[in-house]
């Protein structure tokens, strides 16, 4: 399911950038995209925990795929050739913004609601494994659908990437019917402002919990370079959406070889020290990237970037669900969303913004060193975790201790 979901929305993902800036040739517009689909996210996540938490999670699933595949729908109409024949650019426009607007409420409830589903089909021992496999999965189909998406678009247009898209979440619900009813460990019997309350007050009392967040939450907010690649690849490059589609594929090639890896070599001998290690590596890769003029040089470094990206996230999400008690996971997982789950999006915003003012080489170079700054200073706050090994975090159900 996650395989064939990730397939499309990335292919979804490489395409609308690059159509819109096509239509457009304002980076101003990239920075528009990752803002539409935050802004629901970030709004919604908190009530999308709770009702994760509460609800049985295979028919949640279906109606949040369901809503995704309606949107991918429209903006197949809406970015067909016949249509821009007839229809104002602005319109076609609007009508894409206001779809990825409708994609971001989706993905408010589809975090809290994948990692609840997670925590209830592994036991705990097999969480750093799982993390690892299930990101996997999702990096593979990061490598293939930007790829896939780039190269159809070039040779034969957006539309045939449109049906394509339809068939693979189509795909992805069909999975779900294949999952087993998991029925929720949480049944509100408080208020729902103090059923959310309780899940951020969660978070806030876990110094390890709160750090991984916030660590992520900056250095990805300030390394969001990855949104301005079509600039790079239509005016500093020159190689078109096909070599659009092969740098957005680098970066999760890296990704994907790093955490199969992992596999056998994990990285929580000493997860904090390892998490600091790592986005300091995604922080030079992002200022490498950006000062390269070769295609090949910038693929490498797109390669280093989703390697050292991958380690951090493997670490952060066995932290967060071996200290996330069952009966809170939507909840908390909604907190990590709003920390995380947009900060890519907000990223994107951030880094258009930037490249509006500075140009777009400058700007993806003070990303990269804001971030090299974040984890330096997270690095003089928290050196009392350094030494910390994965025994030493406790599972959920000793969380009290934790706190």
């Excluded at 896939?148 to 189509?170: A, D, K, M």
Aim: charged share 15%.
């Amino acid at each position: 399911m996650r395989f064939f979901f990730t397939f499309a929305y990335q292919m979804q993902a490489v395409v609308i950038g690059f159509h819109i800036f096509k239509l457009t040739k304002d980076p101003l517009a990239l920075a528009f995209i990752g803002l539409c689909e935050a802004i629901p996210a970030i709004s919604i996540a908190l009530y999308g925990g709770y009702i994760a938490d509460k609800s049985e999670k295979k028919v949640l699933l279906l109606k949040i795929f369901f809503g995704v595949l309606l949107a991918s729908v429209v903006m197949l109409v809406f970015t067909s050739e016949q249509m821009h024949a007839y229809m104002p650019k602005t319109y076609i426009l609007a009508i894409m913004y206001a779809m990825i607007f409708c994609i971001g409420l989706a993905r408010g409830f589809f975090g809290p609601t994948t990692f609840s589903l997670m925590g209830q089909i592994l036991p705990k021992k097999l969480y750093p494994n799982g993390a690892t496999w299930s990101s996997s999965s999702w990096q593979m189909a990061s490598i293939l659908g930007p790829m896939t998406g780039g190269l159809i678009y070039g040779f034969y247009g957006i539309t045939p990437v449109y049906i394509i898209i339809f068939l693979f979440i189509s795909l992805s619900i069909t999975c779900i019917f294949f999952l087993d009813k998991h029925y929720p460990n949480f049944i509100p019997k408080e208020s729902i402002f103090e059923s959310l309350k309780e899940g951020v007050q969660f978070v806030f009392k876990s110094k390890m919990m709160l750090g991984a967040m916030s660590l992520d939450l900056f250095s990805v907010f300030f390394g969001g370079a990855v949104a301005l690649l079509p600039v790079f690849a239509e005016e500093i490059l020159k190689v078109g959406s096909e070599g659009l589609g092969f740098m957005r594929a680098a970066a999760s090639l890296g990704s994907v070889l790093t955490m199969l890896l992992m596999t056998r070599f994990s990285p929580m001998n000493r997860p904090w020290r390892n998490l600091l290690i790592a986005v300091t590596g995604f922080a030079i890769s992002i200022i490498c990237y950006g000062l390269s003029t070769s295609f090949y040089l910038t693929l490498f470094f797109l390669f280093c970037e989703g390697a050292f990206d991958s380690v951090s996230v493997i670490i952060r999400s066995t932290i967060m669900q071996l200290l996330t008690p069952d009966q809170m996971r939507g909840r908390v997982s909604a907190v990590n969303s709003m920390f995380i789950g947009s900060s890519n999006e907000i990223g994107a915003f951030e880094s258009g913004l930037t490249a509006k003012l500075m140009r777009t080489v400058p700007a993806v170079v003070f990303g990269g060193s804001m971030t090299l700054g974040v984890a330096f200073v997270t690095y003089l706050k928290t050196k009392n975790l350094l030494p910390l090994t994965l025994s030493d975090i406790k599972p959920a159900d000793k969380i009290e201790d934790q706190i």
